[in-house]
């Protein structure tokens, strides 16, 4: 039964489980992304703030772990986007997978000079329809209860308002989904697959530092909270993260920005760069050197179920027991 019922996702991205990794920026690299393609899923490569030359190295690794599927995460507001594209196409990726916004006609068409499939975020029914008019070849539709960039709207309400509406794509639901449970209801409804990217945080294949991983462990889902707003002329995109000393800090940056900006000291574009780039040395911060008090320790609601340490392979095991269990046990 779960095979008839995520066969679309699997055929699309060909995969044993059509379950996506979902791309986290320091966390998903080739290690973790290789693991979850070889355990059967489809491994997704952050490609983040990375210039192109070393996407292009990150490729080129990941292809020596693992002979699977998987897909390079573009964010489309990246400077060098056209070159990132060119790199994926000249390594022959299959899948990328574009975020950040919704993509300009002219980054579809760079990317269809292949036959690269090209996997997007829908933030709404609307959005979703246009993506698919525009040429899409499946869509990811991500709830508020994700970890780090997140929108408005509850993952159950997403699945509501796009599952029924969306037959002509594949449409994979994402956000706050850590038990096979909850991923055979999204199935039901009509999903092709689904994405999880807190609950592979602690695989033993996973780089973060133990610190990181100890700290998502120890978390329940209401530490993952999501930043705030001070100001409409600074319009923050919220992050959902663990709470600790950077959450105020980022508050603070906010207060200390508007102030600055007020006195003329900075321009309005200027200082909303400042905001947004706190988040990025941030998070390597937290990842890479294991400072959990004053990095962004980037988390979706989900990890309240992350319990332990354990192989990639044994996560998703768990996740397609969860599922037949509660298939023959509804």
Known sequence: MLKKLWQRGCD????????????????????????????????????????PEIL?????????????????????????????????????????????GIPSQAALDALKQTSMRIIAFAPNLLFAKKLVRMGVDALIIEGCEAGGHIGPVSTSVLAQEILPHIYEVPVFVAGGIA??????????????????????????ECIAHPDFKRAFIRAQARDASASVQLDPRFPVIPVRALSNKATEAF????????????????????????????????LRKAVMDGDIDNGSLMAGQSVGMVTQEQSTQSIIDELIAQGLNYLKNP
């Open 12 to 51: 699309f991205l060909g995969v044993e489980h059509a379950l996506l990794g979902g791309a986290m920026t320091w966390v998903s690299e080739r290690n973790l992304v290789s693991a979850i393609s070889n355990a059967g899923g489809f491994g997704v490569l952050a490609c983040g703030a990375m210039p």
């Open 56 to 100: 292009r190295d990150e490729i080129i690794a990941t292809k020596k772990l693992t002979t699977k599927p998987f897909g390079v995460n573009l964010i489309l507001m990246h400077p060098k986007l056209f070159d990132l594209i060119a790199i994926c196409q000249q390594e022959n990726i299959e899948f990328v997978v574009l975020a950040g």
């Open 179 to 204: 038990r096979g449970e909850a991923m055979i209801e999204y199935l039901r409804m009509g999903a092709s697959g689904v994405q999880l990217g807190t609950r592979f945080v602690c695989a033993h």
């Open 251 to 282: 508050q603070a940056k906010q207060r200390e920005v508007i102030a600055r900006f007020d006195k003329g000291e900075i321009a309005l574009k200027e200082g909303q760069l400042e905001i947004e780039h706190f988040w990025a040395g941030a």
